[in-house]
Antibody
Framework: EVQLVQSGAEVKKPGESLKISCKAS????????IGWVRQMPGKGLEWVGI????????RYSPSFEGQVTISVDKSISTAYLQWSALRASDTAMYYC????????WGQGTRVTVSS | DIVMTQSPLSLPVSPGEPASISCRSS???????????LNWYLQKPGQSPQLLIY???NRASGVPDRFSGSGSGTDFTLKISRVEAEDVGVYYC????????FGQGTRLEMK
């Protein structure tokens, strides 16, 4: 059974760094793109970026390029989304998904950035 | 960027009645390989989105056959033949021809 299990909710202050995770199981992690989708409070879905675990080829939405970093650790089948300096506008739910038609999704990680 | 436009944005439906959602793209999603790069997702209240339809008209595994997708190029439709209470939520179309873009979402609610 394919599963994507995300790390827990985070509450941070503006300017702080953060790295959230998405652990995959039940399929060959290195041979499917995996990525992230943002959902701001009460809003729709936005594509953040994707990574191909086999070679770490990474693609970002122009809206998120330079704002976040996506990475993987193949040894533990885990993808990451990180920020070096959070802003209040990063407050949102972040979903990871297997980008083979986005057929499997994680449960979401809620990130709250507030002073 | 490819812009995705859904209509209506709100859809009140009585149980057992049909429902239809339209999705239009700013450029054709039909690839030279013959596939339309258009998927449909449902986000039920408090849940993660789930895949309903891929490549415009293929039902994902486990999706009831009351859901169907049609269309090609720039115009696509998701139809529910008989709406059930469990179908309540927000429906999104998404293109994956050039990066990934979601429509604004259509909220289906029970009358």
């Amino acid at each position: 059974e394919v599963q994507l299990v995300q790390s827990g909710a985070e509450v941070k202050k503006p300017g702080e760094s953060l790295k959230i995770s998405c652990k995959a199981s039940g399929y060959s992690f290195t041979t499917s793109w995996i990525g992230w989708v943002r959902q701001m409070p009460g809003k729709g879905l936005e594509w953040v970026g994707i990574i191909y675990p086999a070679d770490s080829d990474t693609r970002y939405s122009p809206s998120f390029e330079g704002q976040v970093t996506i990475s993987v650790d193949k040894s533990i089948s885990t993808a990451y989304l990180q920020w070096s300096a959070l802003r209040a506008s990063d407050t949102a739910m972040y979903y990871c998904a297997r980008f083979r038609e986005l057929d499997y999704w994680g449960q979401g990680t809620r990130v709250t950035v507030s002073s | 960027d490819i812009v995705m436009t859904q209509s209506p944005l709100s859809l009140p439906v009585s149980p057992g009645e049909p429902a239809s959602i339209s999705c239009r793209s700013s450029q054709s999603l039909l690839h030279s390989n013959g596939y339309n790069y258009l998927n449909w997702y449902l986000q039920k209240p408090g849940q993660s989105p789930q895949l309903l339809i891929y490549s415009g008209s293929n039902r994902a595994s486990g999706v009831p056959d009351r859901f169907s997708g049609s269309g090609s190029g720039t115009d696509f439709t998701l139809k529910i033949s008989r709406v059930e209470a469990e179908d309540v939520g927000v429906y999104y179309c998404m293109q994956s021809l050039l990066n990934y873009t979601f429509g604004q979402g259509t909220r289906l609610e029970m009358k």
